[in-house]
Every structure is written in C-alpha cells, then in structure tokens.
C-alpha cells in the first residue's frame, strides 16, 4: 500500500490523517472541496492536492491508487437536517459510487468510516457490538448506514473493504471543531467557566480522539486481508463509554479552573453504548487517549492562544456563511469577475 486516495482531506479527520500518512511514507492523493482552507495540509513532495466535489470523481482518479479511505462526508447531525438531500448525495450516494470506482480501476482496498450514530437510541442496560440492530434516528446516521450497505457487497477477493463506525471524535485538529462534545466542552469550561450540557446528562456515548481513529486507518491499510475483509468494526475503547455528565465531571476534573455545569436544551434522545473488543483484538490495538488527555491538550491551546474560536469551527455556521457569501457574489457578479471583468474581444470606441 503506497499510494493512498483520501476524500475529505481537508476535514477535521483528514488534516490529520494526511501528514500521519506521510510521514509513514506513503504518497497521498488529497480530493476535497477544501471549504476550510486548503492551508490545513502543508506541502509535501508526495502530495497531491486534487480540488474535487466527491460527487464528480472519475475513473482517472483512482489511476495508480493502492487504497481509499473515504474520509468525505456532511457532518454533523445539525448540517444533516439542515441539508438533508445534500448529505445523502455526498455521505452516501457519492461514497458508494467512490468505491465502485476504486473497484473498478483495481484499487486493492476500500474504508468507509462510518459513525457509531448509526446505533441510535438503546436502553441503558444495552450495550452493542457489531452484530446489534441499528436504529439510526437522524440524516446523517441513516445516510452513514445507507453507504455501508452499498460498499460491503463489493467486497471480494481482489478488492478489500472494511466499515470503521467512529465513535464520538474528539481532540485538537488543524481543521479544529467545537461542535463535536467533548471540544466544545472544553471550549465553554476555558471560556465562561461552563461546561454546557445537553439534558439529561444520562445518555451514553462513546468517544475517540482524532489521533486514536486516525492511528486504526493507517493500520487497516496493512492489516491482514483475511482479518478484515468484509467486515465492520466498531472504532473506540470500551473504558472511553461515558454518561455525557460523567464525561463532563471528568473535562472539568481535567482543567486547572474551577467549572460548573450549565445544562440546555431539550433531553437528547441518542443513547448508545458501545463495545469495541472485535477492533482491540483484530488488530492488537488500544486506544492510547482517554476524554481528559484531549481535554487538556485544547484547553492547553485556548490558554496559549494558539488555538482560536472561530466560524469555521462550527460546521453548520460555516457553511450557512459559504451559502450567504455564494449568493451575495451570485448578485453582483458579471462577465466573469467583481471588479475585473473579462474584456471584449473588440476595443470599445467612445465618440
């Protein structure tokens, strides 16, 4: 495995598993639409950067293409609901069609990561592995469970794929976000002295840092193909399941200040708690962070003032901002420019 097609590279996962994946020495091929900023990957002579919607890929794409980790996706569960048909092309429909691509031009393996999302609400005394029934409840849960079941039937000798549901990511990234739970957390304890939380605190949740699903990507490109062809893995660590107020009683544990609990909004109906032995044992591996290791490498970076809050690390607001800035361009746009405009071709002459 050498040359390696990830999609959504400029995300919050990608822009850290891309320089991991160069550093381990393979070549990188980097398709995003790079809504964040193409400056969260710095260059590299075996990188590639390809300014590409996921819903346009071609056969030349994929020409001398080892493997796919198909990182590209609309998340979270506010951007789903509010574009609804939007991510169902691009989490799902576009990533089946990514891997019937690489299939066809002979790429060797296909990942998927997907999103313990997927396994919704569960009583609390459940706990799931990989062979549960799922209940996703919302877009983007259900578009994730959508595309995994349109690219594991395209397993087969020849083209290896394997499922990674993610649990809850965590952790500092160059494309950095306070909309996911444990960052935003983190973000509101440095900030107001508050952790805000969601009612009723009850609800369980697995988290992973950024690091840790990151560090399972670069070995499932080398794992044995027997182990993991076909196959779903469940991507987290069994002592990283938290009650959401237990996980904050332990972030504020974490920081050096005193914070309290804020609680808001209606109680969240997601409850799943998850088991993560099938990934542990497949491929010997532990996750190496526990909730207040990242707790305290943001609150590090917030204090230092080398990590700032900022539109772009709350998905949905920016990418309601790109529509506003798209349609106020759209209105005052002419002959190809702003200011500077195509010419005509024939000098105009003034009488």
């Known amino acids: 495995m050498k040359n390696v097609l990830v999609t959504g590279a400029g995300g919050y996962i990608g822009s850290v598993l891309v320089p991991k994946l160069l550093e381990k020495g393979y ?64 989490n799902h429909r576009a990533r089946v069609n990514t891997a019937t691509l690489a299939k066809k031009m002979g790429v060797e393996r296909y990942i998927l990561p997907s999103s313990c999302s997927i396994y919704g609400f569960q009583a609390k005394e459940v706990i799931v592995d990989e062979t549960s029934e799922t209940n996703p409840l919302t877009v983007y ?19 290896t794929v394997t499922v990674m549901r993610q ?28 952790i805000p939380l969601m009612r009723d605190g009850s609800q369980w949740r697995p988290m992973i840092h950024v690091e840790d699903t990151t560090d399972v990507m670069c070995l499932l490109l080398e794992a044995e193909v027997t182990i993991i062809n076909g196959q779903i893995f469940n991507v987290g660590s069994n002592r990283n399941n938290y009650p959401l ?84 361009i759209n209105q005052v746009d002419r002959y190809g420019g702003i200011l500077e405009i195509e010419q005509n071709e024939e000098p105009v002459h003034m009488d």
């Open 27 to 90: 070549s990188v091929k980097a398709v995003d639409r790079f809504f964040f900023g193409v400056d969260k990957l710095r260059p590299h002579a075996n990188l590639t950067i390809v300014h590409e919607d996921c819903r346009r890929l071609t056969e030349d794409h994929f020409t001398s293409v080892d493997a796919v980790i198909d990182l590209v996706a609309i998340s979270n569960d506010p951007s789903g609901e509010e574009f609804k048909e939007v991510t169902y092309e691009v």
């Open 141 to 159: 849960a259900k578009a994730n469970e959508l595309a995994e079941k349109g690219v594991l039937p395209l397993a087969d000798e020849n083209f």
């Open 167 to 194: 649990a809850t990511v965590y952790g500092y990234s160059p494309r950095m976000r306070f909309d996911l739970a444990i960052n935003g957390m983190t973000y509101g304890a440095w900030k107001n002295g508050v």
């Open 245 to 328: 107020e237990a996980l904050a009683e332990e972030i504020a544990a974490a920081l050096p200040i005193e914070v309290k609990i804020e609680w808001y909004g209606d109680p969240d109906h997601r409850s799943y708690r998850v088991n993560f032995d099938r990934i542990e044992k497949a491929l010997n591996w532990e996750a190496r962070y526990k909730a207040a290791d990242g707790a305290s490498q943001i609150y590090q970076r917030l204090a230092n003032g080398t990590l700032k809050k900022t539109e772009q690390t709350i998905t949905l607001d920016w990418y309601k901002q790109l529509i506003k800035w798209q349609n106020i």
